[in-house]
């Protein structure tokens, strides 16, 4: 592990950053707003900083696979640190622990925010919430790929580290060209939707903003009352395609768009989609049955079950109607729902619905292997066979997934909240929804908790947006012991060491007189 | 006419047997010396020791003036590059033996065409199919069709409790007038008897009937069998043979169980057949084959590398109460003896082999050739020419060799269950049955 090379990454990213950053600032000088200082302060020191990390340093060859692991957790939070600054030199947010919660909570598209008023920020701030979202859908690692490929950084291990899903997939043979083809995906469908907003009659400001945070499963939104501050079925049903676009594997889009369309082959494809219409079917049945949607007829029922299905199932987060509101039991297969996410190489968090449907046909083939012990039972997804080895990293996922939600939620509980609030905070934090339940639900926000909760749940959100294993490595000694002659000789010292206390110990154990 | 075989395996060994008794000149060309040496011992056929896809080798068989060309080595590049080499050097017809289910793919680039070779082979996939079409049956021990399917041969064990025990041909014929079959051979303690109205059926003999192929169903109840369906059936190997078969079965709906005993074959098998239950085991663990319910499986078959395994197994199957069970037999002297120590069936993949290049053969008149497993007989469908001593003469009235007859008659499409009045005429075709020994006789005779 060389931390030269580290810096020299993480620099580049921040270059990056800051020309999202300059972006910005012109928008908000446009727009003639207060904030125009802050965020060309913003923009200098991100520049200035980056600049210094990546002249000062230098690669002397590629990345080793434990570089990998560590640059990508060090770039996010890096980059989480450099959004803030906006935050606080723009006064919008007084304390650094909020505006960092804010920043996270932006590039991990989680879409939790600590503003209970949205509508007066200025321009800049609001857009800037939305690029880091956008910005943060795709990976800022994959971006910097794909964007800044003079700077020279490339390789697997930061593609596998930041691309959501068991095992990413190539489009192109190189990882460049990969990266590349998924960011004008991407940035294609970010351009209609932005389009069909404006033919739903929103502002310039408003469809880019909310197609940003739309495409990247964020769900942060420039009104209070998010979608629902629209009185238009037209945006609602934008709204929910393009959710339920951003949930689904971006290479079935490559495929369709090259006019290879797979979406039926794709067994992921078919267990998400059956999902969401099963939930919705469900939660359509739920509210026609409570009184305030009986005078409303369907429509409005399907349309806020729908979309607040497809917006929970694929994390993004927008709200149409306070599903607070709905029984308990909608709220529960809402939470639910939190758990599976969207697909594997989508922009979606939460534990994807590939892993799910590989453990599920897990399940059934142990089920199976209890009645013929001796049986070989592949796993299938779909015509293809499940490797034992990916198998066996799902499983692990699922276990530190579960376990990371139960500890955050725990921990939630300890810090004084109450078990719902405690609950939905960590479930929507892992996931990377936003919104959860009891006090942080569809009308609330995250702005009155203490510092100390909003590091737990920014830890829990890096955890879930980085799919858990590139986060919790940090944490294995191995990452950070060296293998080198010297320690390896400093190992055989101390062996020796050891046994030779070992011998002495075995002799004054024998009884005094009988020693041979 | 003179014939090259190369591979002097047990495919190889027959047929270079076959063809130099039919008064062909037959060369063999085999890798191992040893062997090599031992076939010109045993047979009246020029051996060679050498590679069969070596030009040199070829060109010492005298393949450049060869009438047939055979390649049936056990392994399909040789016996690709000889028949490629062979049809360069100018060898008429050329034959391949060739395992691997890629080359007859549809659309296959290797395709039969392409390769320019005559006849391709496959054993493995041959035998499966066999034993696809004998599991359909209760009782079979051998089912052969003829005439495009219109007809078809079954072979059986007659049961002690089958109610045409004791009684004789000419009996039967009379009670059980509505049924249209002519029993054709009876063997008993290993004497193969060409039945006339005399002879009699007795428990535990292995009768050969002929029927139309709609009528087939009804001849196993005769010998005290009871329908069944097929439903489950467990295979022991997993070899390509086993393949073949779990496809065959998973299409029409059959559950299929396949041990395998390594590991590795096993996780592929699970791969290809998704259908099938693999499970990885020993074929003739008793304590498996019960766990997995081998006591109510319609149909066991032994399909493992190893025929002493798959005797084994199968006896073991038969044991517990599996329904019918059939076994794979490599070395073809053993079947004989399959079915007498109470094995429903077995099949050979080189048998298949075997009949399959000999009906090839027998082009012009003779149409298909079939040697009976477990009996000396053959069958035999032969179409009738516009100068066959027989022509237009009652049965009743030709001097029959001893050891022969006619078991049906085909005409116009139309099945004709033979009897004494009826004669052949020009254009039909007749299926005889006789003794390997009479067999030339009768044929000159209707050919």
Same mark, same amino acid.
């Given at each position: 592990m060389r931390f030269?090379h580290l810096i020299h990454v993480v620099?580049i990213i &921040?270059?990056?950053?800051?020309?999202?950053?300059?972006? /910005?600032? *012109?928008?908000?000088?446009?727009?003639?707003?207060?904030?125009?200082?802050?965020?060309?302060?913003?923009?200098?020191?991100?520049?200035?900083?980056?600049?210094?990390?990546?002249?000062? /340093?230098?690669l002397?060859r590629d990345l080793t696979v434990r570089e990998g692991y560590a640059v990508v957790s060090m770039a996010w939070v890096a980059v989480g640190v *450099?959004g803030?600054?906006?935050?606080?030199?723009?006064?919008?947010?007084?304390?650094?622990?909020?505006?960092f919660f804010?920043s996270v909570s932006g590039f991990t598209t989680t879409g939790a925010?600590?503003?209970?008023?949205?509508?007066?920020?200025?321009?800049?701030?609001?857009?800037?919430?939305? &690029?880091t979202q956008?910005f943060g859908g795709m990976g800022i690692i994959v971006l910097g790929i794909a964007?800044?490929?003079?700077?020279?950084v490339g390789g697997m291990q930061l593609f596998r580290a930041e691309v959501p899903g068991p095992k990413p997939e190539r489009l192109?043979?190189r990882i460049r060209?990969t990266a590349?083809?998924l960011w004008?995906?991407y940035?294609?469908? #970010?351009?209609?939707? *932005?389009?069909?907003?404006?033919?739903?009659?929103?502002?310039?400001?408003?469809?880019? #903003?909310?197609?940003?945070? /739309?495409?990247s499963t964020g769900?942060?939104?420039?009104?209070?009352?998010?979608?629902?501050?629209?009185?238009?079925?037209?945006?609602?049903?934008? #709204?929910?395609?393009?959710?339920?676009?951003a949930g689904v594997n971006f290479t079935?889009?490559?495929?369709?768009?090259?006019?290879?369309?797979?979406?039926?082959?794709d067994s992921e494809?078919?267990f998400f989609?059956?999902?969401?219409?099963? *939930?919705?079917?469900?939660?359509?049945?739920?509210?026609?049955?409570?009184?305030?949607?009986?005078?409303?007829?369907?429509?409005?029922?399907?349309?806020?079950?729908?979309?607040?299905?497809?917006?929970?199932s694929t994390t993004t987060g927008?709200?149409?109607?306070?599903?607070?509101?709905?029984?308990?039991?909608?709220?529960?297969?809402?939470?639910m729902l939190m758990f599976m996410g969207g697909m594997a190489g989508s922009t979606a968090g939460g534990m994807k619905a590939m892993r799910i449907y590989v453990l599920f046909r897990q399940g059934?083939a142990e089920?199976?292997?209890?009645?013929?012990?001796?049986?070989?039972?592949p796993t299938w997804l779909?015509?293809k066979v499940v490797r034992d080895a990916t198998l066996l990293r799902i499983m692990a996922f699922a276990l530190f997934f579960i376990g990371l939600f139960v500890g955050g939620a725990f921990v939630m509980?300890?810090?004084?909240?109450?078990?719902?609030?405690?609950v939905?905070a960590s479930a929507a934090s892992i996931g990377n929804i936003g919104?959860g339940?009891?006090?942080?639900?569809?009308?609330?926000?995250?702005?009155?908790?203490?510092?100390?909760?909003h590091l737990v749940l920014i830890f829990l959100m890096l955890a879930g947006r980085l799919e858990i294993f590139t986060v919790l490595v940090l944490f294995h000694p191995d990452l950070w012991r060296r293998y080198?002659?010297?320690?390896?000789?400093?190992?055989?010292?101390?062996?020796?060491?050891?046994?030779?206390?070992?011998?002495?110990?075995?002799?004054?154990?024998?009884?005094?007189?009988?020693?041979? | 006419?003179?014939?090259?075989?190369?591979?002097?395996?047990?495919?190889?060994?027959?047929?270079?047997?076959?063809?130099?008794?039919?008064?062909?000149?037959?060369?063999?060309?085999?890798?191992?010396?040893?062997?090599?040496?031992?076939?010109?011992?045993?047979?009246?056929?020029?051996?060679?020791?050498?590679?069969?896809?070596?030009?040199?080798?070829?060109?010492?068989?005298?393949?450049?003036?060869?009438?047939?060309?055979?390649?049936?080595?056990?392994?399909?590049?040789?016996?690709?590059?000889?028949?490629?080499?062979?049809?360069?050097?100018?060898?008429?017809? %050329?034959?391949?033996?060739?395992?691997?289910?890629?080359?007859?793919?549809?659309?296959?680039?290797?395709?039969?065409?392409?390769?320019?070779?005559?006849?391709?082979?496959?054993?493995?996939?041959?035998? +499966?199919?066999?034993?696809?079409?004998?599991?359909?049956?209760?009782?079979?021990?051998?089912?052969?069709?003829?005439?495009?399917?219109?007809?078809?041969?079954?072979?059986? @064990?007659?049961?002690?409790?089958?109610?045409?025990?004791?009684?004789?041909?000419?009996?039967?014929?009379?009670?059980?007038?509505?049924?249209?079959? %002519? %029993?054709?051979?009876?063997?008993?303690? =290993?004497?193969?008897?060409?039945?006339?109205?005399?002879?009699?059926?007795?428990?535990?003999?292995?009768?050969?009937?002929?029927?139309?192929?709609?009528?087939?169903?009804?001849?196993?109840?005769?010998?005290?069998?009871?329908?069944? @369906?097929?439903?489950?059936?467990?295979?022991?190997?997993?070899?390509?043979?086993?393949?073949?078969?779990?496809?065959?079965?998973? $299409?029409?709906?059959?559950?299929?169980?396949?041990?395998?005993?390594? $590991?590795?074959?096993?996780?592929?098998?699970?791969?290809?057949?998704?259908?099938?239950?693999?499970?990885?085991?020993?074929?003739?663990?008793?304590?498996?084959?019960?766990?997995?319910?081998?006591?109510?499986?319609? =149909?066991?078959?032994?399909?493992?590398?190893?025929?002493?395994?798959?005797?084994?197994?199968?006896?073991?199957?038969?044991?517990? =109460?599996?329904?019918?069970?059939?076994?794979?037999?490599?070395?073809?002297?053993?079947?004989?003896?399959?079915?007498?120590?109470?094995?429903?069936?077995?099949?050979?993949?080189?048998?298949?082999?075997?009949?399959?290049?000999? $009906?090839?053969?027998?082009?012009?008149?003779? +149409?298909?050739?079939?040697?009976?497993?477990?009996?000396?007989?053959?069958?035999?469908?032969?179409?009738?020419?516009?100068?066959?001593?027989?022509?237009?003469?009652?049965?009743?009235?030709?001097?029959?060799?001893?050891?022969?007859?006619?078991?049906?008659?085909?005409?116009?499409?139309?099945?004709?269950?033979?009897?004494?009045?009826?004669?052949?005429?020009?254009?039909?075709?007749?299926?005889?049955?006789?003794?390997?020994?009479?067999?030339?006789?009768?044929?000159?005779?209707? +050919?």
């Amino acid at each position: 592990m060389r931390f030269r090379h580290l810096i020299h990454v993480v620099g580049i990213i &921040l270059i990056a950053l800051a020309a999202g950053l300059l972006l /910005t600032t *012109a928008v908000a000088w446009l727009y003639g707003g207060p904030d125009v200082w802050a965020f060309a302060g913003s923009t200098v020191g991100t520049a200035v900083v980056g600049l210094v990390a990546f002249k000062t /340093t230098g690669l002397e060859r590629d990345l080793t696979v434990r570089e990998g692991y560590a640059v990508v957790s060090m770039a996010w939070v890096a980059v989480g640190v *450099a959004g803030a600054v906006p935050y606080l030199l723009a006064g919008v947010i007084s304390s650094p622990v909020a505006a960092f919660f804010e920043s996270v909570s932006g590039f991990t598209t989680t879409g939790a925010t600590v503003f209970s008023e949205i509508e007066t920020l200025p321009r800049g701030v609001l857009l800037w919430r939305a &690029l880091t979202q956008w910005f943060g859908g795709m990976g800022i690692i994959v971006l910097g790929i794909a964007i800044l490929p003079f700077l020279g950084v490339g390789g697997m291990q930061l593609f596998r580290a930041e691309v959501p899903g068991p095992k990413p997939e190539r489009l192109a043979p190189r990882i460049r060209q990969t990266a590349t083809l998924l960011w004008y995906v991407y940035g294609g469908l #970010t351009a209609v939707q *932005a389009i069909l907003y404006l033919v739903g009659g929103l502002s310039l400001f408003e469809a880019v #903003t909310h197609a940003f945070t /739309t495409l990247s499963t964020g769900g942060f939104s420039p009104r209070n009352a998010s979608i629902a501050a629209y009185d238009s079925p037209f945006v609602h049903y934008v #709204t929910i395609l393009f959710m339920y676009l951003a949930g689904v594997n971006f290479t079935l889009h490559f495929q369709a768009l090259n006019r290879r369309p797979g979406y039926w082959k794709d067994s992921e494809w078919k267990f998400f989609t059956f999902v969401v219409l099963m *939930a919705t079917l469900i939660m359509v049945a739920l509210n026609l049955a409570r009184s305030d949607y009986a005078g409303l007829g369907f429509e409005p029922a399907l349309r806020d079950s729908l979309f607040q299905v497809v917006s929970i199932s694929t994390t993004t987060g927008f709200v149409s109607a306070d599903y607070e509101k709905w029984t308990v039991g909608a709220q529960f297969l809402l939470l639910m729902l939190m758990f599976m996410g969207g697909m594997a190489g989508s922009t979606a968090g939460g534990m994807k619905a590939m892993r799910i449907y590989v453990l599920f046909r897990q399940g059934l083939a142990e089920l199976k292997r209890s009645l013929h012990p001796q049986a070989v039972l592949p796993t299938w997804l779909g015509k293809k066979v499940v490797r034992d080895a990916t198998l066996l990293r799902i499983m692990a996922f699922a276990l530190f997934f579960i376990g990371l939600f139960v500890g955050g939620a725990f921990v939630m509980t300890l810090l004084g909240h109450d078990l719902v609030t405690a609950v939905g905070a960590s479930a929507a934090s892992i996931g990377n929804i936003g919104p959860g339940l009891g006090d942080v639900g569809a009308v609330d926000n995250f702005g009155w908790m203490g510092p100390v909760s909003h590091l737990v749940l920014i830890f829990l959100m890096l955890a879930g947006r980085l799919e858990i294993f590139t986060v919790l490595v940090l944490f294995h000694p191995d990452l950070w012991r060296r293998y080198g002659r010297k320690s390896r000789a400093r190992g055989d010292a101390a062996r020796q060491v050891r046994q030779a206390e070992f011998k002495d110990k075995r002799i004054r154990l024998t009884p005094p007189g009988r020693e041979t | 006419m003179k014939i090259v075989v190369v591979g002097a395996g047990a495919v190889g060994f027959h047929l270079a047997e076959r063809l130099s008794e039919e008064g062909q000149d037959v060369v063999v060309v085999e890798h191992d010396p040893q062997r090599a040496e031992k076939i010109g011992d045993q047979l009246d056929v020029l051996a060679i020791a050498g590679n069969g896809a070596s030009v040199p080798v070829l060109e010492e068989a005298g393949t450049k003036d060869a009438a047939l060309f055979l390649a049936v080595t056990n392994r399909d590049e040789v016996n690709i590059i000889a028949c490629l080499a062979a049809s360069m050097m100018g060898a008429a017809n %050329t034959v391949a033996r060739l395992s691997d289910p890629e080359f007859y793919a549809e659309g296959s680039v290797l395709s039969r065409e392409r390769l320019g070779i005559e006849l391709m082979i496959n054993p493995e996939r041959e035998a +499966a199919w066999e034993t696809y079409q004998l599991l359909g049956s209760e009782a079979a021990t051998e089912l052969v069709r003829f005439a495009e399917g219109r007809v078809q041969l079954i072979g059986l @064990r007659v049961l002690p409790e089958a109610p045409v025990v004791g009684q004789n041909l000419a009996e039967l014929d009379r009670e059980l007038s509505d049924l249209h079959f %002519t %029993t054709v051979a009876i063997s008993r303690d =290993g004497e193969t008897e060409i039945p006339t109205g005399a002879s009699r059926f007795e428990a535990g003999d292995h009768a050969f009937l002929i029927s139309p192929s709609s009528e087939v169903h009804k001849i196993p109840p005769l010998a005290g069998y009871e329908p069944y @369906r097929l439903r489950r059936v467990m295979v022991a190997g997993g070899s390509r043979e086993s393949v073949y078969l779990a496809e065959y079965l998973a $299409r029409n709906g059959v559950a299929c169980t396949i041990i395998d005993k390594d $590991r590795a074959r096993c996780r592929e098998l699970s791969e290809q057949l998704p259908d099938a239950l693999v499970l990885h085991g020993d074929a003739t663990d008793l304590e498996l084959l019960e766990m997995e319910g081998v006591s109510d499986v319609d =149909g066991f078959v032994a399909f493992t590398d190893r025929d002493s395994t798959n005797m084994l197994s199968s006896l073991l199957a038969k044991a517990c =109460g599996a329904r019918k069970v059939i076994s794979l037999l490599h070395n073809f002297q053993y079947i004989p003896l399959v079915t007498r120590v109470g094995i429903d069936a077995a099949v050979s993949p080189r048998l298949s082999a075997v009949n399959t290049i000999l $009906r090839y053969l027998h082009h012009g008149n003779v +149409a298909r050739v079939v040697t009976l497993k477990g009996i000396d007989a053959e069958a035999v469908e032969v179409r009738i020419g516009p100068t066959a001593s027989v022509l237009g003469k009652p049965l009743r009235k030709i001097d029959f060799p001893e050891g022969g007859l006619v078991g049906s008659i085909i005409r116009d499409g139309e099945v004709i269950n033979p009897r004494g009045d009826d004669a052949v005429q020009e254009d039909d075709r007749v299926i005889l049955f006789a003794l390997p020994h009479i067999m030339p006789k009768l044929e000159r005779m209707f +050919a």
